[in-house]
């Protein structure tokens, strides 16, 4: 999830490949988690936007 992405993330976006960063990835993960874990309904929208502002750097 480095900002930026890996090598071969950058390497594949430079020779055409459409590529994804795993950051929705991480987030469904923790969102299956969290229903498991407490039985109830996730807050996804507020998941998501503490993960993307994470992710750039608004928060640590």
Same mark, same amino acid.
């Given at each position: 999830?480095?900002? *930026?992405?890996?090598?071969?993330? =950058?390497?594949?976006?430079?020779? *055409?490949? =459409? $590529? %994804?960063? *795993? &950051?929705?990835? %991480? %987030?469904?993960?923790? $969102?299956?988690? /969290?229903?498991l874990w /407490?039985? $109830?309904e996730?807050?996804?929208? &507020?998941? =998501?936007?503490?993960?993307? =502002?994470?992710?750039? *750097?608004? &928060?640590?």
């Open positions: 999830y480095k900002k *930026g992405g890996t090598q071969l993330y =950058r390497d594949a976006t430079a020779a *055409g490949s =459409r $590529v %994804l960063s *795993g &950051i929705s990835l %991480l %987030l469904y993960q923790g $969102v299956e988690s /969290f229903r /407490f039985d $109830v996730p807050p996804v929208a &507020i998941m =998501r936007q503490v993960l993307y =502002r994470y992710y750039e *750097g608004d &928060i640590k």
